[in-house]
Every structure is written in C-alpha cells, then in structure tokens.
C-alpha cells in the first residue's frame, strides 16, 4: 500500500494520529526533505528505508513506489503541510492509476491554518470576509490568467500566499494595487509551529522592510487582509438572541418556560 501524508507545517505533533501510525509502520518513507521536519523519522522502524525526494525526481520516486509496491511493502509518500496544496501530488497519483496501483491520501495541518493559528486570528469574520483565498505569485510556475494576486485582490478576501516570500516586493506592489491601498493589514509567518517561527506584523506599505531586516526570504506564509486588524461583527452561532438547531436562543428559552407553567 501506498500512502501519501500530510506531515503538518513543522512541529511533529501537528502531523495526524492516522498518519503517525503509517508513519511507524512504514517499510519505506519517501519524504520531501526541503520542508518536512527530519523528527518524523524518528517514529520510523529500525530497518526502515528511507529516501530524500529533494534530491530525486518524479521518475525516481515513482521507481521506488512501484518496486516496493511489488515487495509487498508499505510506503509512505510524506509531504509537507496538507498534500494537497501545492505537494505536486497529482502527478505521481496519475502514474500510479496509470500501472493500476492503489494508494491513499492522508490530510494534514496545512501551514496556511498554521500560520493563522499563529498570529492567533481568524480567516473568517462576519462583515469582514467570509472567503479565504490560498494562492502565490508566479515564479517559474505560471498562474493561470485571472489569478492574479491584483486581480484577486479585489476581493478583499482574506488571503494566504504560499511561496511567494521571496519575491515580497512584486507582492507587494500587486496587493496594493488591487486594494487601492498601502494601508493593508499583512502577517508574515516565517516557519510557523517550528521552534525558530518568527511572526512579523506589518502593512502592505512597510511589511517588505521589515521582513528583510529579519533575513526572511523562504519558507514563510504571507497572510492578508482585514481579519488581522480591526472591527468585526460577533457571530451569530453564540449569539444568545439566535437560536439554531442546537441551542434555543433566551428568548425561545423564556417563551418554553412561559408555556410549561
Ligand atoms: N503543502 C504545504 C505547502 C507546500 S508549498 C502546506 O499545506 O503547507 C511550500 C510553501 O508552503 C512555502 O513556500 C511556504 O510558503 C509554505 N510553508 C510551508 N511550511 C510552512 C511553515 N511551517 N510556515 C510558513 N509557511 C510554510
């Protein structure tokens, strides 16, 4: 069997129960090495083999899958974050279909939650946005037309952007554009949930500055918008005068009190 992990944004504890166990069952880890924390290993069994994917490309790591497979052994693919953001796992998922060879996919603790969970905010505020927007700027992958960060900016979304730290001053420049503004609550999280994490709080016209002071140019996730900073609305869910489906609101309460007597 093969599985494909979500090993979480850093700290070993983030990674699920389900997929620690695969974890120290595994015959075989395959792990991307650049960003998954080595600790991980270490739940590993004696005789374990494992492999660095840094250093291999889809066509190794796919050989090694598949002789595996045919050993009868049991793998682990352990990606970074949640797999399924920005872990290029499609492609391998597609050779495996392609050789009829079965695998599964674990979740994981994406860094953008991380981050967020950080910087102790929410994505989510009523009146302020109710929509979070994952993406990055361009490098030497493109971002489909309509994508871009300007463009998305226009939403006043809040907004996650992965890999895009080193290039903060394009970033930047996009934002701000599309806001209208450089007056615009931004969050950098440099390794969040890792032990050197650093949170630098800032706006669109001086989170670029500060950033460099600190030497940050990777591994860092740049969240922005309104949910950082400023007035928001309390929710309805725990609003005593709002009854849902679990909870009577106070005034249902006093109305059914009123009716049994
Ligand atoms: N699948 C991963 C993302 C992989 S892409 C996930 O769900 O998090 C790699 C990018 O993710 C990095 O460039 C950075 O922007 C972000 N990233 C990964 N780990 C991070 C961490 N611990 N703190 C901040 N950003 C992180």
């Not at 490309?57 to 002789?67: A, N």
């Not at 391998?92 to 050789?99: A, C, G, R």
């Not at 860092?220 to 849902?244: C, M, T, W």
Request: charged letters at 30%; aromatic letters at 8%.
């Amino acid at each position: 069997m093969i599985s494909f992990v979500g090993a979480g944004p850093g700290d070993v504890d983030l990674i699920t129960i389900k997929g620690r166990r695969l974890l120290e069952e595994a015959d075989v880890i395959i792990y991307a090495g650049s960003l998954v924390s080595k600790e991980h290993l270490e739940f590993s069994k004696e005789n374990c083999e494992i492999h660095n994917s840094a250093s291999m490309t889809l066509e190794e790591v796919i050989d090694v899958m598949v002789e595996s497979e045919k050993k009868g052994l049991k793998v682990v693919r352990l990606h970074t974050g949640d797999p399924t953001i920005y872990g290029a796992i499609r492609e391998q998922m597609d050779i495996l279909d392609s050789k009829g060879i079965i695998y599964e996919v674990i979740p994981g603790v994406s860094s953008f939650t991380a981050a967020c969970s950080a910087i102790k905010k929410e994505f989510t505020l009523p009146n302020v946005s109710q929509t979070v927007i994952l993406t990055r700027i361009e490098g030497r992958t493109p971002v489909p037309e309509g994508e871009d960060l300007e463009e998305l900016a226009k939403h006043k979304a809040s907004m996650a952007i992965f890999l895009s730290v080193q290039d903060i001053d394009r970033v930047v420049e996009k934002l701000a554009k599309g806001y209208g503004s450089y007056d615009f609550p931004v969050a950098v999280v440099y390794k969040a949930s890792w032990e050197d994490q650093e949170i630098v709080l800032g706006t669109l016209g001086n989170i670029a500055k500060k950033i460099k002071e600190k030497g940050i140019n990777k591994m860092a996730q740049i969240l922005v918008g309104n949910f950082i900073e400023g007035e928001y609305e309390r929710s309805k869910l725990y609003d005593p005068s709002f009854s849902h489906k679990f909870r009577l609101s106070s005034e249902d309460k006093f109305r059914q009190g009123s009716e049994a007597k």
